[in-house]
């Protein structure tokens, strides 16, 4: 394989780049609500390296038809061949390594569009095996986008439930039952405002307040349905954070810490300790490890 081989870890990074979309900063271009474009056109601007980055507000889906990949998700490396479909939701860092011969798509949908449509979103995942069903809903979202007929807002929004399914249908590690029951209501409320509010808050009676229910109510839900405290949701998301800087930022330990709200530097190398089974420090020296063929 040409060029994907290489490690994908970009390690004299500050701070993790975001961007609209790759080696595209924020305000240089308007972008609609739904994007599209072959892995060939961006990558080969790129010397078919894509560093690891995000996108705070975008949805994307990798269509793999052509050549190979290394990708990063996260810190997890993955290798994608042909017919695999990549899910990188707002926030995750990832990046890539591409074959020269790489051919196949790449859709980026919003955020709030997705939330708008009652449904779970999907999660950061590689999907091998038969995806056709996925790309054959790629493939009808993506003309009716380019080619609008009569019903376009609803048949876009339709075309955009159904890949939320596939993508569903997809994942091996999705829930068999579905819940849209005002439970699942409330929770995916919380889950949204931990979110967007998990950097100022720690305080569930914040979340609770926030969504119209007692602290014991949201408790009592996590536990039922999630498996764990609503704490837990809090602290789980900060751990997901607090791990990416870690391992893809040169941002001292202090400052990632302060970051997430722990002006005690003490108290944030307990609750990594904590998460992780290790202090921030010896965290990040074992993430950045080589890690072996």
Not at 30 to 38: A, G, M, P
Not at 148 to 164: D, I, K, Q, Y
């Amino acid at each position: 394989m040409d060029r994907a081989g290489n490690s994908l870890h970009y390690l004299n990074m500050s701070s993790i780049p975001t961007y609209a979309l790759y080696g595209e900063t924020e305000g240089e271009t308007q972008h609609d609500w739904l994007h599209w474009e072959t892995i060939q056109a961006r990558s080969r601007l790129h010397d078919y390296r894509i560093a690891p980055h995000r996108h705070d507000q975008f949805l994307q889906v990798l269509h793999l038809t052509a050549g190979q990949a290394e990708m990063t998700l996260d810190g997890d490396n993955h290798h994608l061949e042909p017919k695999s479909i990549a899910v990188v939701p707002a926030g995750t860092v990832h990046g890539y390594g591409f074959s020269t011969d790489v051919e196949g798509l790449v859709v980026t949908l919003m955020e709030r569009d997705i939330a708008g449509l009652g449904m779970p979103r999907p999660r950061p995942m590689v999907i091998h095996g038969d995806c056709r069903e996925i790309a054959a809903t790629l493939n009808r979202l993506t003309a009716e986008a380019d080619r609008p007929g009569v019903g376009h807002n609803l048949a876009m929004r339709a075309h955009l439930m159904l890949l939320l399914v596939a993508l569903r249908r997809g994942d091996v590690a999705a829930a068999p039952v579905e819940d849209t029951g005002r439970g699942a209501q409330l929770l995916a409320q919380f889950r949204d405002l931990v979110e967007l509010r998990y950097r100022q808050s720690r305080r569930v009676a914040d979340y609770a307040d926030a969504v119209g229910i007692s602290h014991t109510h949201l408790n009592r839900l996590c536990r039922q349905r999630l498996g764990c405290s609503a704490l837990d949701v809090v602290e789980q998301r900060i751990a997901l954070e607090a791990r990416r800087q870690l391992l893809f930022s040169t941002l001292t330990i202090k400052q990632i810490g302060a970051e997430l709200g722990y002006e005690d530097p003490a108290y944030f190398s307990r609750f990594i300790t904590r998460r992780f089974g290790l202090p921030p420090a010896a965290l990040r020296e074992r993430m950045r490890e080589p890690q072996g063929e």
